[in-house]
């Protein structure tokens, strides 16, 4: 039992070692791919389709403000108070999921960095504890500016299209740097689902979603980073 013990201790030294050392690379490296990235390619190749990977990658100084601003509005407006979860957001996504309503997440920005950039897609509850892991690693070794610099670079926003530069470029044919208040708000209303829905058919509910996006935009105020 002791040797099994010393095993699993050293085992457990490396894991914590080798991931705490990933995510303070991240904090200065931008991530080149993430798994969802090579999984939708193998997808597309499965189709009959072409590998596609559309993505470039900005720093923070040139996303556009109100692109900044839509994405915590339509995902996670306690992102600059919360230190990666958001514990009302948990306990009514579980009590939705547990009347059998639609399933929702409730994963705040954080989390869905963390799940982007260094899981598997995945709903299982060792990827949940994963997420929640990693999700505590960047929230103390990266700051909220960097958490949501890489958000907005490597997060799914269409077929094969990847952050907010190439979202833009792809939707309206400019950088994401010139991005109105309406154009932002649009494509945060399609986050959830982007290969769903898109801003170039936007449907009455992805409307609607814009709608309450712009709204609590206005309520928001200033991000103070």
Same mark, same amino acid.
């Given at each position: 039992?002791?040797?099994?013990?010393?095993?699993?201790?050293?085992?457990?030294?490396?894991?914590?070692?080798?991931?705490?050392?990933?995510? +303070?690379?991240?904090? =200065?490296?931008?991530?080149?791919?993430?798994?969802?990235? %090579?999984?939708? $390619?193998? /997808? !597309?190749?499965? @189709?009959?389709?072409?590998?596609?990977?559309?993505?470039?990658?900005?720093?923070?100084?040139?996303?556009?403000?109100?692109?900044?601003?839509?994405?915590?509005?339509?995902?996670?407006?306690?992102?600059?108070?919360?230190?990666?979860?958001?514990?009302?957001?948990?306990?009514?996504?579980?009590?939705?999921?547990?009347?059998?309503?639609?399933?929702?997440?409730?994963?705040?920005?954080?989390?869905?960095?963390?799940?982007?950039?260094?899981?598997?897609?995945?709903?299982?509850? +060792?990827?949940?504890? =994963?997420?929640?892991?990693?999700?505590?690693?960047?929230? %103390?070794?990266? $700051?909220? /500016? !960097?958490?949501? @610099?890489?958000?907005?670079?490597?997060?799914?926003?269409?077929?094969?299209?990847?952050?907010?530069?190439?979202?833009?470029?792809?939707?309206?044919?400019?950088?994401?740097?010139?991005?109105?208040?309406?154009?932002?708000?649009?494509?945060?209303?399609?986050?959830?689902?982007?290969?769903?829905?898109?801003?170039?058919?936007?449907?009455?509910?992805?409307?609607?979603?814009?709608?309450?996006?712009?709204?609590?935009?206005?309520?928001?105020?200033?991000?103070?980073?």
């Amino acid at each position: 039992m002791k040797k099994i013990a010393r095993i699993a201790g050293r085992i457990l030294l490396w894991f914590v070692s080798a991931t705490v050392l990933w995510v +303070i690379a991240y904090r =200065f490296i931008n991530p080149p791919v993430t798994f969802l990235m %090579i999984q939708r $390619n193998f /997808e !597309r190749k499965a @189709e009959g389709k072409p590998f596609k990977t559309d993505k470039k990658w900005v720093s923070f100084e040139d996303i556009s403000d109100n692109m900044k601003r839509a994405a915590v509005s339509a995902e996670d407006q306690l992102f600059l108070k919360h230190l990666g979860f958001d514990v009302k957001a948990i306990e009514k996504a579980f009590q939705s999921n547990q009347k059998g309503k639609r399933v929702k997440g409730g994963s705040t920005i954080s989390q869905q960095t963390a799940k982007n950039v260094f899981l598997w897609p995945g709903r299982s509850w +060792i990827r949940k504890g =994963f997420e929640a892991y990693f999700t505590m690693l960047i929230e %103390i070794f990266w $700051n909220k /500016e !960097r958490i949501l @610099e890489v958000y907005l670079n490597v997060i799914e926003m269409g077929d094969g299209i990847y952050g907010a530069e190439a979202a833009s470029q792809a939707y309206y044919g400019k950088s994401c740097r010139k991005l109105s208040r309406s154009q932002a708000a649009l494509i945060a209303a399609c986050f959830p689902n982007p290969r769903r829905w898109t801003p170039e058919k936007a449907t009455p509910y992805i409307l609607h979603r814009k709608y309450l996006i712009m709204r609590n935009m206005r309520r928001l105020g200033p991000l103070d980073f």
